[in-house]
């Protein structure tokens, strides 16, 4: 088995298994939607998460109506609030290593996510 971020597809098969055009995947590449991993010879590689990343694209697009414009401010926002949470859980963990070396008083080590955005795509 592949690892999720692995490059393996190539864009024909990707590209059949969506039910899209390879024109398609290529417009996404160049809109910056998506970036391919390339072989020595130029040849697109999409791994697990990219069709996972053209999925979103494709639900947003088709499903929601939303132009390609409107996919790449909302990727850019859901990769940003990734990288925040993976920032909280790491802030997390030394907090908490932090707490059992007891040097950080109980009272003050809680961390909590105030806040929780999803995106939820309805459809298929």
């Avoid at 999720?4 to 995947?25: N, W």
């Avoid at 920032?87 to 008083?105: F, R, S, T």
Wanted: aromatic share 6%.
């Amino acid at each position: 088995m592949h690892g999720y971020d692995e490059p393996v597809y190539l864009i024909s098969v990707v590209a059949k298994a969506l039910d899209i055009h390879p024109q398609t995947l290529r417009q996404y590449e160049r809109e910056g939607l998506v970036c391919p991993a390339r072989t020595n010879g130029k040849i697109r590689l999409y791994s697990k998460r990219d069709i996972d990343r053209i999925n979103m694209i494709l639900r947003l697009t088709r499903v929601l109506g939303v132009n390609l414009a409107g996919v790449d401010i909302i990727l850019q926002f859901k990769d940003q609030i990734d990288e925040y949470e993976n920032e909280i859980d790491d802030l997390k963990l030394k907090l908490a290593k932090l707490n059992n070396q007891g040097m950080v008083p109980a009272q003050k080590s809680l961390v909590t996510k105030k806040n929780i955005y999803e995106i939820i795509l309805f459809g298929e």
